[in-house]
């Protein structure tokens, strides 16, 4: 007999979950709306399944904990991160998969590839996966998984089959889904997009001298610093209780700063990110655009390649990156060229901090500082240390 979708909402929440970022699956559909109607749980609507992971991994980094939902279908889109985050940083991400394509189930013939797959991907990743049943203990099962992610600061895996739960008329499930109203997402009533401001003048600046500039406004402010370059120069500044360098899982910088930011709205993050890596994940533009967290700054620091895997060009020269921004639903966005504007446009963003999320964009040249070298702590360490210097233990 199908189970209660209540049951496993409520087990989350006993579990110590706080928040819950997603992307939709019909199997999964019960928790999505009880996520979108409850005030027990933050509830992020994910633009791709890597993101979700990110945002849960950026909820715990504020001192929360984070799931990420998903229908397997888009598993592949979480190794990513999976991998190149949560798994070499010690992050504990709770991960509640729907399994299409169950081997033996009747299914759409599309959903049989990565149904066959994805018990392997969890035992190729070293993540315990457990399929939940009809006779499954659920409380037990999801205390057992959350224990387990403290305990190891691993991730973890519940995989959900078809019809394990109970479905409720058209389609939503349990006391919340028949008077659901439409989500209230912060820029849903929003006027029309103001136009970018532009700064410039002189010839481009370095990336050293924008983060020396940033870093001398804002020296307590949180950052998440995009992976390549950029982090290695920010690492190279020791201040790992309240910058997080990325390695790897390039494109999710605004993700982890997302549930970051929900996690302590009252601290300013700030995003280094770079041209290639958000062109990577523009969806995150959306999300945030949506959400709207006030104390969000993005920067992005445009250089036009990539750089550290050998200067390969980017086609952010044809992105309009302040214009997307707006877009999307940022509340003020920016490009600065020219280190005559480099100052205004840093002033700008200050200015205006407090009412975003807001973009800043500032083209740079290609010079890079010398000897810049992966940080000097593991990734363990960073990650302990920034969560630290987060809730003020540092």
């Not at 945002?55 to 889109?77: D, F, I, R, V």
């Not at 949560?86 to 149904?115: F, N, Q, T």
């Not at 309240?242 to 910088?253: L, V």
């Not at 639903?329 to 975003?356: H, I, K, N, Q, T």
């Amino acid at each position: 007999m199908p189970l209660d979708p209540q049951l496993l909402f409520r087990a989350l929440l006993g579990a110590g979950v706080t928040g819950l970022a997603g992307v939709p699956c019909s199997i999964l559909n019960h928790l999505t709306l009880e996520a979108e109607a409850s005030s027990e749980i933050d509830y992020i609507p994910a633009s791709v399944e890597g993101e979700a992971v990110s945002a849960a991994a950026g909820m715990w980094l504020g001192g929360g904990l984070g799931a990420a939902m998903m229908q397997n279908s888009g598993l592949g889109n979480a190794v990513n991160p999976l991998a190149s985050l949560s798994i070499p940083y010690e992050i504990p991400v709770l991960m509640i998969v729907s399994w299409r394509g169950e081997p033996g189930k009747k299914d759409a013939v599309h959903h049989y590839p990565m149904g066959a797959a994805t018990r392997g991907i969890f035992e190729l990743l070293d993540i315990p996966a457990t399929v939940l049943r009809e006779d499954t203990n659920l409380e037990r099962a999801v205390g057992d998984a959350v224990a387990y992610i403290h305990k190891e600061r691993r991730p973890a895996a519940l995989i959900v089959p078809r019809g394990l739960f109970q479905k409720a008329p058209g389609g939503g499930t349990g006391p919340h889904a028949a008077e659901r109203p439409a989500p209230a997402l912060a820029g849903s009533d929003r006027a029309e997009s103001p136009a970018p401001v532009r700064f410039g003048g002189g010839a481009l600046p370095s990336r050293s001298a924008v983060l020396a500039a940033w870093m001398a406004r804002h020296p307590d402010d949180l950052a998440v610093s995009t992976t390549g370059f950029m982090s290695r120069e920010v690492s190279s500044h020791g201040l790992v209780d309240r910058h997080f360098p990325m390695q790897g899982s390039m494109g999710f910088a605004a993700g982890i700063g997302l549930g970051l930011a929900r996690s302590v709205p009252e601290r300013t993050v700030h995003i280094l990110d770079g041209d290639g890596a958000l062109i990577m994940r523009l969806g995150s533009l959306a999300t945030l655009g949506a959400l709207a967290p006030r104390n969000f700054i993005h920067l992005v620091v445009d250089n036009g390649t990539y750089a550290s895997t050998g200067g390969q060009r980017t086609v952010s020269p044809h992105v309009d990156f302040p214009a997307v921004a707006l877009a999307c639903g940022y509340r003020a966005a920016a490009s600065c060229r020219g280190a005559d504007g480099l100052g205004p446009a840093l002033e700008w963003a200050s200015e205006v901090a407090g009412e975003g999320p807001i973009l800043l964009q500032i083209t740079v040249n290609e010079r890079e500082a010398e000897g810049l070298e992966r940080p000097l702590l593991s990734p363990q360490e960073i990650a302990l240390a920034f969560r630290d210097g987060v809730a003020g233990r540092g």
